[in-house]
Each structure stands twice: as C-alpha cells, then as structure tokens.
C-alpha cells in the first residue's frame, strides 16, 4: 500500500467537538427530550450483607405519580441472569440475577425500582417501599473474606477466593538461594472509583409496534453492549438500538450492562413507555463501579551491584461483591507486563482475587495502574537496600534498544519502545544531578524535597491472538466504513464510543490524510449501533491503534477508487501518477505536481449518478468497510519524574515540578494526545493522593458524597511539562502506539517514590496509597 | 437525591418570618442555602416548611459604630472577604471570609447562616468566638445580645431558641498596633477545615481560636509566653473526638503546628 | 404547585413547579436550557454554576421559586450571536476541555471572575478554578486559557 504524505495526521488541529461544548449545545442523555417518558429511581440495601425476607410495595404504589414498582422477582421474568464462566484456569463461574432475589451484597444493592411521572415523586415512593432484611455477617475486607470459615458473599462458591493463577518460569526460588540479597516490598493501593462528572443514565425507549428497543446511553462500547442487552432481553440484535450521544467521561465505567440499566430496559418494554434513569452522585459513588483496591508484594533477587537475577509477585485484589467482569481480568495483567523494560528471565507470580460484600470492581483508567509503581518501587528498594543510586539501579536492569524485540518472562514481547530514551531526557529534564545538591542543602534547612523517577512501559491495544492465548473470549479488531456521498461530503465511522477523546477531530485527520481531502470536509459518525459497524468499542488505549487504523485502511481503498475514476474521466489507461489532494485531483508530470479540475465532488457523483461512466466491471457508489486486527499487543513508553517537597511536621506534600518524556508512536493530534496525558496524569495523582472509597469495619460504605471522596482539583495539581519522543510503531500501517492510560501508571508510580526519596532521612518507607497527610504523620511520628 | 416535598414562605419583614417560625414547629429558615441545601437533597432534613430570609430586606449591610462593626445576617462571605471597611477594621474577619469554600460558596452563603449552622471547622464562628464579637438575635420576645462564647454550645448547636433569627453580628474593631493571623489545615483548597487556627495579639495579650478539634471553638489567652509553650498547651488543651478519617492524635499534633506557625505568623505581621 | 416566572438570559420563562423544584431541574427542563449540567446535587462538583444578578452560583443549591425578581445567565448567553467569548475562543484553541460536561460551570465562573479581576496571576486562577471539579483534562489547559484571556486584556490595554 502506497504510503500517503502525512499532512493532517499530527497536526494540532483545535477540536470540531467544541464550538457545541462551549455553548451550552452538547446532547448528553439527559439533554434528550422524550415526551411521556417515566423516570426510574431505586430502593438500595442500607445492609452490606442480608437476606430479602420479603418487599411491599403497596404504600409507595399509592403515591402519586407512582406507575410501577419492580422487584428482583419481577425482573427474573423479563431477563436472563449475567452469567460470567469464561473457561480461565483458576477462574469460578459466577452468576448474577438481574436485580438480587434472595440476598444483598453490598451497602447500595438494588432491591427495587420505582417508576414514576417525576424523579422526585419516584424518591417520595422509593422511601415508602418496605424491604424486610435479615442482616446477615458481612465480609468487610479481604482479611475476613479469606478466614478459614469466612462468611460467603457468594453462596455458589467453595470460598470467597474466586480467583487465583500461578505462573512461573525460569528457577526464581534458586535465584533466591545465590542471590547477594533479597528484597521485599510491598504496596497497597486504595480502594477507588471512576468518578465521571457526568453519572450513569439511559432512557430506553420500547416501540411496541415494531417491537424494538432504542436505548440512549452514554456507553464506551456501544455494539458489545447491544449483544448483551439483546441476550439478556431476549431479543434479537435487531431488535435493539444503541444511541450514545454526547458522554461526560467513562474512564471505563461506562461499559459494563449494569443492573439498574437492564432494569430500565425491561421496565420501558413492561410498560410500553419511555423509560428513563439518572444516578445520582451519591448512587454513583456507592453502587456503580468501584476499583483498585489490591496488595502486592514482590521479593527481589539481586546481585550486590543492584542487578536483577529473579523476582516472585503475589498479588491479592478485594474485587467487591460482584462479577461484571471475570475477576481475574484486572489483576492478572499487572502480572502479565509487571517486569515492563527491566531484564528479567526467573519469574513467578500469583495472583488471588477475593469477593468481599462491597460494590464490584470494573476497569478503571489503567486498570494495570499498580504495575509501574510496582517494578519502579521495587528498584528504589533495591538501590536503598544495597546503598546504590536509584537511576543507576534501572539504567543497569534496563533492556537496551539494541535488545529489542524483548520477550518478557511471561511471553509478552516488547518491541518498538524506547524506555532508555524516555528515562534520559526525564533525568535531564528534571536535573537529576542538580536536584541532589539541592536537596542536600533543603536538608539542612530542615526542608524535605524528594525526586521520583517511574518509566512506564503501556500495553494499548490487544489483538485477537492476546484474547486467544489468554483463555478470554472476544476479539481485539475494530471495524470502520467510509462513505463519499454524490456531493463529495464525507461519511465515516468506526466501533468506538466516544467519551471525550476528540475523535471527530482526529480521526477526520486520519481520513484526510488516507483519503486526501480537508479535514473539514469529514464527518465522523459514531456511537449509534445501527449506523457504526460492529467495533469492540473503547477501552484501554486502543481507540487510537485500532480504530484509527481501521479508518486508515478503509480511507486508502476508497482514495483508490477514486483515483481509478479519475483516471477515467480524464482519459488514462491508468490512475498512476495522479493524487487527490485537499479534494482535488493532481497530477504528477516530471516530479512536479499539477491541479487538474477534477473535483472528489465530480468523481463522486460521476460514481453514484452516471455508473456507466464508470471503469469496465467498476460497481456504482464509493462506499467502503474494513477491519483492522492489531497485533497481540501494542505498548508505548514514557517516563515520569517529579519533584515534592514533604511538610515534616503535618504530612503535607507539594509538588514542586513534574515532567513526563513520552513516546506513544505516530500521534494523530497532539493536542489531544497531550491533553491524553494531562488527565491521566492527574488521575493517578488524584488517586495517589487523595480518593479512598471507605468502608467501616462491618462493611458500611463511609464515603457517600464528594465531601469524603475527595478529587483532585486545580490547586492539588501542578502544570506538566510534556517532552514529546515519538517514533512510530512498525507494528501497524500509521505507525500508531495508543496511549492515555500510561499517565495513571507513571503518576501513581512517581509520587510514590518521590515521597519515599524525602522521607529516606527518616528511614520510614511509604507502601500505601492514598498518601494522605495523616498516613505519612503517622509513619514520621514513629522516627 | 431531590428533597423531599416542603411549603415555601418568603417573609418580606424579620417579624414576618419570627412568626413563621413561632407558628411552625417543623420548619427551617434557609439564607445562602449552602450547607442547608446538600443537607436536603441527601433528605438528612426533611422540614415541612422552609422559610426563604432573602427577600427580608435590609440584613445585608455593614455599618462602622465606634468600637465596633455590626454586619448584618444576610451579609455574604464575598461581600465580607472584600469589604474595604472590614479588610480595615477587622482584617482577621475579612481573611478567614476569603478562604470559604469556593468563589460560588461565598456569593451565596451567609454570616448568619454560618453562625447559626456552627459547623465546628467553619471559619466565621472561630474568628467570632476568637474575637468575642456579640450575636444579635431577635425572636418573639425581642431583640438579644448574645456573647460568642455563649452563642457555640455544642457541635451544629446554638443557643438560639427556635423562634429566634440571626439578625446581625458586632465584631470589636481592631485597634492600631493590633496583630492577626489566620491559619488553616484542610486537605484541598476549599475543603472544610480538619484544624484551623485564628490568633490576635492586642497589647501583649495573645489569644488563640482553635477551630475543628472540638465541637465548638475554644478560645485560650496567653500573655508573655514562648510560642512553642502556647503551641504545646494548646495541644493539651484540647481534645479531639477519635474519627475514622482523622485519628484525634493526628488532630491534636496539628493543633500544635497550626498554632506554633500561627503565632509566629501573628507576631510577625504588620 | 406554585406558578412564578424566571428572568433567564433576558427573557421570561413562566413556571409551574412545585417548591422543591432545584433550579438546576427548572432551567433545563422548563426552560430548556440543557446547557447546564448536574454532577453532584451537593454544591461540591461546580458542573450546574450559573450567574445569579451576576455572581457565579451552585444551581443544585437553589430551589427555582427563589429566583423570582433575579437575573439569572446560563451558558446558552455567553457566545453572541455565534461569536465565542474570549474565553470560550482561548478555551477552543489551547485544547482546554475534553468531554465537556464540566466546561459550562468553568465559563460562567469565570466569565464573572475576569470581570472582578481581570488579569489574575496562576495561583489566583487556580484557586478560583479548585470550585469546579473536572475529570478529564487535568485542568493544565484550562489555566492556561484564562492566563491566556486575562494577559490578552492586558496586551489590549497596553
């Protein structure tokens, strides 16, 4: 394939998404007017754990306004339980009804909908349902999910412990034996959620004559997220319509069926009316989708130069009460890519995943966030241990670029990244050698400053051949069509859901480019089940490589075509030598390029309108669909250092400067790359920092509004000095490496040694996040 | 989370709304509305009236006496933080004023509403009890004058009964030579307080408001002593509620800090 | 059920709204005015600010019916006639929002605030900014547009 000249793929090009964001224009779900549409809200468990001895609904049904009010029983009719069994070793099957029957799980399980004219009549009636429970003990941490004769939060199961695999390769344990040292570290993260500005909703939409459903969602995955509805309703795929319009983040929320949403589907096809629902905030903290939450340990073999020989990683995740995803899906990653760009050839890991009765877990921005703090902590502790220079320790363990393509210990391959770079332009950026006279001299000041280095190697995109060698059902490929309407205007769409990433603007970039026309001219149309091709959807970083490209592929078929009928209607045997550029056919005489008249409006109603015009055996139209499988696994590198000054005396931390070297390959708009980074960098420090979803110790969720679960705003946070380093990927045709969840995992990584750098005078080490002013007093007083 | 259903009245005179609240025992009077609003969305109040003070006019003002200024109830926290009289006249109050919430807090909310709400970590009851300003009051029985130490009885408890209004609050007048200082420990720009320190230095005399470490401000008053003696008898002084999210040891070492830099701060300002 | 009318953006909308009715609830559903977004209901997120007589304010923590006799602007009045506002414009060309949800609440906090104090430094635009939470930019793009509007103001009136 005749590579084009890339003039709008990485250019800064200010985003098309905005003029309608800025003026108050924006379509999010609950911006969509649908006369006569009821409103959903939910009677929730204030129990953590406990048995449903019966509900009345009689007293709220009376209220006015009150349409109907559902129960677990009631939806078991409708629909189908969620049954999660895929065939992974070490994996139990589980199974969830649509709104719980017999017990609750958790502080916030749905029990009951009430659908009424108004939201607000909807909660009088919902505070009026009468729920009988008989509180039952409640698994409140992953200590008591994993007793002897712990209590079961699902009863299904031999124990709490729903997940656990094994791996090992190589002799760790003789590595042990012959080491100079071994090292332990630990490392708790926190439990946290996802925290979109804009909650869960849907209106779903029942039309009894042509008995199908439209449901408006805001959904990171919109055709996945079909097939489950449809199955799970018992309907046929075409009988069901996802819409998502405008979203106000997802960050992985947004991808799940949940139960309240399925609910809402099967109240809407009940009743024959539009059926609509709004979370709440305090919902969405308590019962939409919680994450992290997982204990590491690694032990480090090491030489008495710092080098690595063998490290083994145990990791233990509290998973909550519930299973939208097989459990082991988060955790085990952080196993899979946890050596990252460190050599290492004996390796073991396990890794055990627990129910708890808490709110489930689903994949938050960088569900592998822990592994860069991991690797990167664990080498700070190799160069403390053993007296070394902590730059020194990762510049001896690191691969080489001359060792690249790297097969990681367990398999994966690491090629076409660029850690060593990354780590030296971080380190000079950051003045790694000034900042140690500096903080020298702070010292004797009695001021405590601390540097952290974190380099992050990001797995992206997942092919297919991944999901297969995992065990996991599904497929990695994104699908895209293109479409050249008879007036020249351009139609072109992929399997993504967008929740913010700037795809309209980036990917008309990548068809112009592809196809040869202005980006202006392209309109990318998304997120509709019945207009966009079936995609796998956004998650992870994978928009970038595998729809991007996708639409690449599918914008050079049809530049193509066009150029063969170009050559037609000015008279070639052949369309070599000529161009579309901008919109406008070229020509190439003697190097130098010629404008011809010929306009992609003329070629494209010459296709549509006069096909006997057309080449020999050419068929009408200029309509074009492609697939693009990307390869098992794609990875881009960056490096994060930062720069803190510790408050002795309170535990406060300021951070003095932070900088990231980044390579994430070919970057379609560097704006929105950057911005990418920005946002996950502050995610990480937001979670580093300051959230904690709280539980007491009888399982009581403590953190019910954004008064105790606290974010990071603009005065947390510091600016970002970004060095962009990229070189393309030769893994895919535009050389794409994805990014956008790298940040979370540099920045998580980063603080966390930058803290421990300032707190190494007092010979305390930091192994828990969040690193709250509290925590760090705590561990000072002890000095 | 929408509260649950009440009746609205819109009092136009202060006697008008003393009678709705001697007439309805299971009612709420609502100024700026931010701490009052959250509180009904989340329907942990569900009053069967509520009783809008915005419309009473004329609670709004700040008027310069002698020895004292006098700012009305209704006065908003933006009005209070950049206010030229009070910057002049009683700058411990305008600096804690700045520092609530957010820009969008303080053009709502109220002098009023935050004296009679006493949260214990609120800026406007610390610098009110720091300073000994007068809250007064009117209810069916007239007009009263109540002293700040008296006004704070207990954690989000007033001595107010409940047919009695905030109307407005004196504040003394600092006098030239006077010193101040405002300090804070809260874990983002905005939040509520976890401890907060207001300190005056008047004619030697130090005194110290500590704010959050109890269920209301205490006020402590030292005259010639070191500042790390002050700091460590104020941690002494006070004792903290164990919490979940803020070990009481954790809250009495801050007590420390916060007054040891406060005071070093007081004494070293203009 | 109380009947009352609002002054939003010039014009009269009439209203018929029980008394509890947040006025968040009433300007996008009564009024249509969908530009204002709710994220929290408890005054702490910044997404629904609107200008009350000017003054940035939470429309979660105001009941509707308490508006009547005010002026009230939403982010539907800031861009004239199709024309962006100087910091909408800064906003636009340095990247600063990314799903958007939040950007209203920004905009109308500081289209008030610039009026106040025009050229802010950093730290002062930090600080009135940390009232507006936003998930998705880092909020490094969006200081950089208000820095952005208020040194243009002082190039404009050099």
Not at chain 1, 107 to 132: F, M
Request: hydrophobic share 40%; charged share 25%; net charge neutral.
């Amino acid at each position: 394939m005749r590579r084009p000249k890339l003039r709008h793929i990485g250019a800064a090009l200010p985003r098309k998404e905005d003029l309608r964001f800025l003026t108050g224009h924006g379509r999010y779900v609950e911006d969509i007017e649908i006369p006569g549409a009821l409103h959903a809200c939910f009677v929730r468990s204030p129990y953590p754990h406990a048995k449903i001895k019966s509900i009345k609904t009689d007293e709220s049904r009376k209220l006015e306004g009150v349409v109907a009010v559902y129960t677990g029983k009631d939806l078991a009719q409708w629909t189908t339980p969620l049954r999660m069994a895929p065939p992974i070793e070490g994996l139990h099957p589980v199974e969830m009804t649509t709104l719980p029957i017999d017990k609750v799980r958790f502080h916030g399980d749905p029990v009951a909908c009430v659908i009424a004219t108004s939201r607000y009549l909807a909660e009088d009636a919902a505070e009026r349902v009468e729920v009988d429970y008989e509180p039952l003990p409640a698994v409140a941490n992953l200590e008591q999910a994993l007793l002897e004769n712990a209590v079961k939060v699902d009863a299904s199961l031999p124990s709490n412990l729903v997940s656990i695999q094994r791996f090992k390769t190589g002799d760790p344990e003789a590595r042990k034996r012959e080491a100079f040292k071994v090292i332990e570290s630990a490392f708790h993260q926190g439990r946290m959620t996802h925290l979109p500005i804009e909650t869960r909703g849907l209106a779903a939409v029942w039309d009894e004559g042509r008995q199908h459903l439209t449901v408006h969602i805001g959904n990171q995955v919109p055709h996945p997220y079909r097939s489950q509805v449809a199955a799970r309703m018992r309907l046929s795929e075409s009988q069901v319509t996802i819409a998502s319009p405008d979203v106000g983040g997802g960050f992985g929320q947004k991808i799940a069926l949940y139960r309240e949403e399925l609910t809402v589907c099967a109240a809407s096809r009940q009743l024959k009316r539009p059926v609509r629902w709004r979370e709440d905030r305090m919902e969405n903290l308590m019962a939409a989708s919680h994450a992290r939450e997982d204990s590491v340990r690694t032990r480090a073999a090491v030489t008495k130069e710092g080098r690595l020989l063998g490290l083994e990683l145990e990791i233990l995740e509290d998973f909550g009460a519930y299973c939208f995803y097989p459990a082991n899906y988060l955790a085990r990653v952080v196993a899979m890519i946890l050596t990252g760009p460190y050599k290492l050839r004996d390796y073991a890991f396990e890794v055990k995943v627990a129910l708890t009765n808490k709110c489930g877990n689903g994949p938050m921005r960088a569900p592998m966030a822990i592994t860069s703090w991991v690797i990167e902590g664990t080498m700070d502790a190799i160069a403390r241990e053993l007296g070394l220079d902590p730059l020194e320790v990762r510049r001896l363990n690191m691969v080489e670029t001359r060792e690249l393509p790297y097969t990681m210990p367990t398999g994966e391959v690491i090629a076409d990244i660029t850690p060593r770079e990354t780590l030296e332009a971080a380190v000079k950026a950051i003045d790694y050698a000034g900042f140690r006279k500096r903080q020298a001299a702070a010292r004797k000041e009695g001021r405590h400053l601390g540097l952290g280095l974190c380099s992050v190697v990001e797995s992206t995109t997942y092919g297919s051949k991944f999901y297969k060698a995992a065990g996991i059902p599904g497929s990695g490929h994104e699908a895209a069509w293109l479409r050249i309407e008879p007036s020249g205007a351009v139609n072109a769409s992929v399997g993504l859901g967008a929740t913010g990433q700037g795809y309209e603007t980036a990917f008309a970039q990548v068809v112009a480019d592809g196809l040869g026309v202005e980006p202006s001219q392209v309109r990318m149309q998304m997120g509709n089940t019945d207009v966009a091709p079936y995609g796998m959807g956004s998650r992870g970083a994978r928009g970038g490589t595998a729809g991007g490209t996708a639409i690449f592929l599918a914008a050079r078929e049809a530049n193509e075509k066009v150029l063969a009928i170009a050559a037609q209607m000015l008279g070639f045997d052949s369309a070599e030598g000529l161009h579309l550029v901008d919109g406008r056919v070229e020509r190439e005489i003697l190097g130098e390029r010629v404008k011809t008249d010929l306009t992609l409006a003329q070629v494209a109603r010459t296709a549509y309108l006069d096909p006997t015009a057309l080449p020999k055996g050419m068929a009408p139209g200029l309509d074009f669909s492609k697939t693009y499988d990307p390869p098992p696994m794609t990875y881009s590198n960056a490096a994060h250092a930062c720069e803190v000054e510790l408050d002795a005396e309170t535990g406060a931390l300021k951070i003095l400067r932070y900088v990231v070297a980044e390579d994430c390959g070919t970057v379609l708009n560097p704006f929105v790359v950057e911005g990418q980074q920005h946002g996950a960098i502050a995610m990480g420090l937001s979670g580093a920092l300051l959230e904690h979803m709280r539980y007491d110790e009888h399982g009581n969720n403590i953190t019910g509004s954004l008064a105790d679960y606290l974010v990071a705003t603009s005065t947390d946070l510091p600016g970002f000095e970004v060095i962009p380093m990229h070189t393309p990927s030769r893994g895919n045709p535009v050389g794409i490496k994805g990014m956008a969840e790298g940040g979370v995992m540099g920045a998580i990584g980063v603080i966390a040694c930058a803290v421990n750098d300032a707190l190494s005078p007092f010979g305390v080490v930091a192994d828990r996040q969040p690193l709250s002013p509290d925590y760090l007093r705590s561990l000072l007083r002890q000095t | 989370m929408k509260p649950a259903p009440f009746r609205y009245h819109r009092p136009r005179s202060l006697a008008d709304a003393i009678a709705l609240l001697s007439q309805y025992s299971d009612s709420k009077l609502i100024a700026g509305g931010q701490s009052l609003g959250p509180m009904m969305n989340m329907r942990l109040v569900q009053p069967a009236e509520l009783i809008d003070l915005n419309a009473v006019a004329g609670l709004d003002f700040i008027t310069e006496k002698d020895d004292f200024l006098e700012i009305g109830a209704l006065a908003r926290h933006h009005q209070v933080a950049n206010s030229p009289v009070i910057k002049k006249h009683c700058p411990l109050l305008a600096e804690a004023a700045a520092t609530i919430g957010h820009y969008a807090i303080r053009s709502r909310g109220t002098l009023g509403g935050s004296l009679a709400h006493a949260d214990p970590a609120a800026q406007l009851p610390l610098v009110a009890a720091t300073l000994g300003a007068q809250i007064v009051v009117h209810g069916k029985r007239g007009e009263r004058r109540i002293a700040a130490k008296d006004f704070f009885v207990s954690m989000m408890s007033t001595a107010l009964a409940p047919d009695e209004i905030v109307v407005s609050v004196r504040f003394p007048k600092a006098a030239a030579g006077d010193r101040h200082a405002y300090l804070q420990f809260s874990r983002r720009t905005g939040d509520f307080a976890i401890v907060a320190v207001a300190c005056t230095l008047q004619n030697r005399k130090l005194k110290i408001g500590v704010g959050g470490a109890e269920g209301k401000p205490l006020v402590l008053e030292f005259l010639n002593e070191k500042p790390e003696t002050i700091a460590r008898k104020a941690r002494e002084a006070v004792d903290p509620a164990e919490n979940p999210r803020v070990p009481a040891l954790y809250r009495k070492e801050l007590v420390e800090v916060l007054v040891k830099r406060a005071v070093a701060k007081c004494l070293n300002s203009n | 059920m109380l009947e009352f009318e609002l002054t939003v953006n010039g014009e009269r909308y009439p209203v018929r709204a029980e008394p509890r009715k947040l006025l968040c609830d009433v300007l996008r559903e009564d009024c249509r005015l969908t530009g204002t977004h709710v994220g929290c209901e408890h005054g702490v997120c910044g997404a629904c600010t609107v200008l009350v007589d000017g003054k940035p304010s939470r429309a979660c923590l105001i009941y509707a019916v308490q508006m009547q006799g005010h002026e009230l602007t939403t982010i539907e009045a800031v861009a004239k006639e199709g024309k962006l506002s100087p910091l909408q414009q800064a906003l636009h060309e340095v990247h600063g929002l990314q799903c958007g949800f939040c950007t209203a609440g920004i905009v109308m906090t500081f289209e008030a605030y610039l009026k106040e104090n025009p050229r802010p430094s950093e730290a002062e635009v930090r600080e009135v900014l940390s009232g507006n939470l936003c998930r998705c930019t880092g909020y490094h793009n969006i200081v950089k547009a208000i820095i952005r509007v208020a040194n243009e103001g002082r190039d404009a009136k050099a």
